[in-house]
């Protein structure tokens, strides 16, 4: 099973002192105790409108993976402007609902653990992400077939820095990087026939970074 691949769509990335701005003066405030999360987390899309962008149970009130009728996304303010090529990817991504995005300034360790599954079931590597920081040949992100097996360290490439990864079947989690590691978290419904032909181009193009378990 494939549980690692970039994916080939080229990204240039925001500035990264800015991404690190808008986090720093962003991020939500009561994450840990709510999800124990404790990288800083900014959300920057939601299908669902948002009271309050710092507050964890405003902005993940939606936890379903059914498709709905209104295919709208909701941004907080000045998102669309200040991070534009990320708005735009999100509709590249081979999702047939995008269900938000957030902004993830990493801080501590994030020890090996699974994500929620989504009920749809996609094929591997199913969670689409994005290194946004100068962290390329990275040794923090991490992958693991027993969650307290040997890690993977995946390879991110700095001109395709969107990586798929299995994120339900097996474990990830992040070493600690203190200088600013910046990634996009990416959720949606995906459409799996978009997805499979995104990640058979990907492999084929990627196949020395590619992982198998
Ligand atoms: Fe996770």
Not at 109 to 125: F, G, I, K, Q, V
Request: hydrophobic share 35%; aromatic share 12%.
């Amino acid at each position: 099973m494939i549980v690692y691949t970039p994916i080939d769509i080229p990204l240039r990335v925001p500035d990264h002192a800015l991404l690190v701005d808008y986090i720093e003066n962003n991020y939500i405030t009561n994450l840990q105790s709510t999800y124990g999360y404790t990288s800083l987390l900014a959300g920057i899309a939601s299908r669902t409108p948002v009271d309050d962008w710092r507050n964890a149970n405003h902005v993940f009130s939606d936890s379903s993976y059914e498709q709905t009728d209104n295919p709208v996304l909701y941004f907080p303010p000045r998102v669309i402007s200040l991070f534009p090529e990320l708005i735009k990817l999100l509709y590249k991504l081979p999702y047939k609902q995008v269900l938000g995005a957030a902004l993830s300034l990493h801080t501590k360790y994030l020890a090996p653990h699974d994500d929620d599954t989504d009920t749809n079931n996609p094929s591997s590597p199913e969670r689409y992400n994005i290194l946004l920081s100068p962290h390329y040949g990275q040794d923090s992100f991490f992958i693991c077939k027993e969650v307290d097996g040997p890690r993977d360290y995946p390879t991110i490439l700095k001109d395709y820095p969107i990586y798929a990864f299995n994120n339900k079947d097996i474990y990830h989690g992040a070493d600690p990087v203190l200088d600013h590691r910046v990634i996009m978290i990416c959720s949606g419904i995906i459409d799996e026939e978009k997805h499979r032909a995104l990640i058979a181009r990907s492999v084929e193009k990627f196949k020395d970074y590619v992982i198998q378990y």
